[in-house]
C-alpha cells in the first residue's frame, strides 16, 4: 500500500535560517512526488514535483527538494527561511499504478518562520 | 478568474440537513478532484471525474455522498442527511487530464460546518 508521512507537525524556525520539512513515502511503483503548500485561507499550491530524471528538484520560492530512492525520501529543503514562508506544507504522491492523478497526501508540517 | 472557484467559501448547516458545494475549474481541464481536509490532516481523495464520468469514486465515505460533472465543466458535491462528522473544507482540484505526474489546481475549499 502506498503512504507519505511528514515527520513533524510543526516546525519552527528563526528567518535567515535553513529549512527542512521531511517526507518519506512507501510506493510499489516509481514514484511521482509532489510538495504543495497552502497559506491560510488559500488553496493549495504547487511548490515542485518529481517525475523522472534530475533527482534534485527545484521549485518556486527558492525551494527545492531530492528525491531518495534509497531513503524513500523527498526532503523539501529552503536555505534561507522568509517571513513569507510561514504557512502548511504538503507531500504528496499519486495513487496506485493506474495513472489517474489522485493524490494521497501526507499529514501536513505546519512551518513559523520567527523574525 | 483563470483559477479553480468553489462556492460557498462557507455553508453552515443542521445536522440531517442536504448540502450542495459548487466547484468551477479551470477551462479546458478535462479532470476534476474532490477531496475532504479535516482539521489538522492532509487532504483526502474523494472522487475524481474525466469529463463527465465520475472515473473513481471510491474515496466517498458512503452512500450519503455523490457528485456529479453533467457537463464535463462544473461539478456539485451533494451531501445528503449531513451529520457532524461531516464537518471539514471539501477542497476541488482540476488538471489538465487524468495523469500521475500533472499538477493540479487548487480552489480555496468550501468550509462546511455541521451543527
Known amino acids: 500500500a502506498q503512504s507519505v508521512t511528514q515527520l513533524g507537525s510543526h516546525v519552527s524556525v528563526s528567518e535567515g535560517a535553513l529549512v527542512l520539512l521531511r517526507c518519506n513515502y512507501s510506493s510499489s511503483v516509481p514514484p511521482y512526488l509532489f510538495w504543495y503548500v497552502q497559506y491560510p485561507n488559500q488553496g493549495l499550491q504547487l511548490l515542485l514535483k518529481y517525475t523522472t530524471g534530475a533527482t534534485l528538484v527545484k521549485g518556486i520560492n527558492g525551494f527545492e527538494a531530492e528525491f531518495k530512492k534509497s531513503e524513500t525520501s523527498f526532503h523539501l529543503t529552503k536555505p534561507s527561511a522568509h517571513m513569507s514562508d510561514a504557512a502548511e506544507y504538503f507531500c504528496?504522491?499519486?495513487?496506485?499504478?493506474?495513472?489517474?492523478?489522485?493524490?494521497?497526501f501526507g499529514q501536513g508540517t505546519t512551518l513559523q518562520v520567527k523574525p | 478568474g483563470a483559477g479553480v472557484s468553489q462556492t460557498p467559501s462557507n455553508k453552515v448547516t443542521e445536522k440531517g440537513k442536504y448540502v450542495e458545494l459548487r466547484c468551477d475549474p479551470i477551462s479546458g481541464h478535462t479532470a476534476l478532484y474532490w477531496y475532504r481536509q479535516s482539521l489538522g490532516q492532509g487532504p483526502e481523495f474523494l472522487i475524481y471525474f474525466q469529463g463527465t464520468g465520475a472515473a473513481d469514486d471510491s474515496g466517498l465515505p458512503n452512500d450519503r455522498f455523490f457528485a456529479v460533472r453533467p457537463e464535463g465543466s462544473v461539478s456539485t458535491l451533494k451531501i445528503q442527511r449531513t451529520e457532524r462528522g461531516d464537518s471539514a473544507v471539501y477542497l476541488c482540484?482540476?488538471?489538465?487530464?487524468?495523469?500521475?505526474?500533472?499538477?493540479?489546481?487548487f480552489g480555496p475549499g468550501t468550509r462546511l460546518t455541521v451543527l
Open positions: 504528496a504522491l499519486p495513487y496506485g499504478s493506474s495513472n489517474t492523478g489522485k493524490l494521497i
Open positions: 482540484a482540476s488538471s489538465l487530464y487524468a495523469s500521475g505526474p500533472n499538477e493540479q489546481f
